[in-house]
């Protein structure tokens, strides 16, 4: 029963690296997000997919892109990483139907850019 | 715009008391309310929600929320707090009127449960 899945765990880039951060949900979901947790902050959106073949723009979306490959996987790009992107990342996944349904979370991703 | 505010960074309380964890809401319309709870690095896991109804809404692990339209409340409470239930609480809300399917998280409270 592996719910959300995300890698890697642990990621360290330095300036101006690439990278894409993947996250799969087996749970049949059909909307997927991107959120970031830093120190007070709580949890902040970078992007979200209602649904396969469509995103959206969060709170925070500048500095990444993402791709909705089909239903399960929902992955997150940095182009050119910055030291400001230094947080957890996390994905997570909902059922469509009904707006009230909760999210399901990954364990995340800590990224530290150098 | 919806937000979510948690006016507590952290709560310090002994193992057997009440508890309790207060977030205040803003959104244009009605609420979702939702509190979620994350342990140490690990992913956040839902806790309870409030869709509509009985304004006192019980979840896992023995949690409850009091939703309050008048004061935009939703504190989430526990009549006798464990050792194991020190963590960090995040409150979050999706504005109805808006159909914004993401929520809106608060910055998080620390539970301090002292054995």
């Known amino acids: 029963n592996a719910g959300v899945t995300q890698t890697p765990k642990f990621q360290v880039l330095k300036t101006g690296q690439s990278m894409t951060l993947q996250c799969a949900q087996d749970?049949?979901?059909?909307?997927m997000y991107w959120y970031r947790q830093d120190p007070g902050m709580g949890l902040r959106l970078i992007y979200y997919s209602a649904s396969e073949g469509t995103t959206d723009k969060g709170e925070v979306p500048n500095g990444y892109n993402v791709s909705r490959l089909n239903k399960r996987e929902f992955s997150l790009r940095l182009e050119s990483a910055a030291p400001s992107q230094t947080s957890v990342y996390f994905c997570a996944s909902s059922e469509e139907q009904g707006e009230w349904s909760p999210l399901h979370f990954g364990n995340g991703t800590r990224l530290t850019v150098t | 715009a919806q937000s979510v505010a948690q006016p507590e960074d952290q709560v310090n309380v002994a193992e057997g008391n009440p508890l309790t964890v207060k977030c205040t809401y803003s959104v244009s319309g009605n609420p979702y309310l939702f509190w979620y709870v994350q342990y140490p690095n690990r992913g956040l896991q839902f806790l309870l929600k409030?869709?509509?109804?009985?304004?006192l809404v019980k979840g896992s692990y023995g949690f409850e929320a009091e939703f309050n339209k008048s004061q935009t409340s939703f504190h989430l409470k526990k009549p006798s707090a464990l050792v194991s239930d020190s963590a960090l609480y995040f409150c979050a809300v999706r504005d109805r009127r808006t159909g914004r399917r993401a929520l809106t998280f608060g910055s998080g409270t620390r539970l301090q449960v002292q054995p």
């Open positions: 409030y869709i509509t109804g009985d304004n």
């Open positions: 749970m049949n979901h059909n909307s």
